[in-house]
């Protein structure tokens, strides 16, 4: 099993720019697909982004509302996946959470995933 903290959430305006970060535990990092997910109160989590085990396929999934704007990456040897928000607009105050999944196939879903973090609030004020 693996465990995963978030950190790095908080209030931005705006426009502006905030960096995720989620730390995994337990067993070896490199082991799992790496995901973001984010949820509004009432609704199911939605797919953020997604990258896979070996990093250096540079092989990476978005939804389309963060296209453009976030960047997943990760560092296998800090065991830490990041997620890296510009342009950030109200509409993407949620909270979010790193997901990680076995297998080699990036998954968009939130059921594929296997450990999930606590959550990071994510705050953009208009």
């Known amino acids: 099993q693996v465990q995963l903290v978030e950190s790095g959430g908080g209030l931005v305006q705006a426009g502006g720019s905030l960096r995720l970060s989620c730390q995994a535990s337990?067993?070896?990092?490199?082991?799992?697909?790496m995901g973001w997910f984010r949820q509004a109160p009432g609704k199911e989590r939605e797919f953020v982004a997604a990258a896979a085990i070996r990093w250096s396929t540079g092989t990476t999934s978005y939804a389309d509302f963060v296209k453009g704007r976030f960047t997943i990456s990760r560092d296998n040897g800090k065991n830490t996946v990041y997620l890296q928000m510009n342009s950030l607009k109200p509409e993407d105050t949620d909270v979010y959470y790193c997901?990680?999944?076995?297998?080699?196939?990036?998954?968009?879903?939130?059921?594929?995933?296997?450990?999930w973090g606590q959550g990071t609030q994510v705050t953009v004020s208009s």
């Open positions: 997901a990680a999944k076995t297998g080699l196939r990036i998954g968009s879903i939130e059921n594929e995933y296997n450990y």
């Open positions: 337990g067993r070896t990092f490199s082991n799992y697909v």
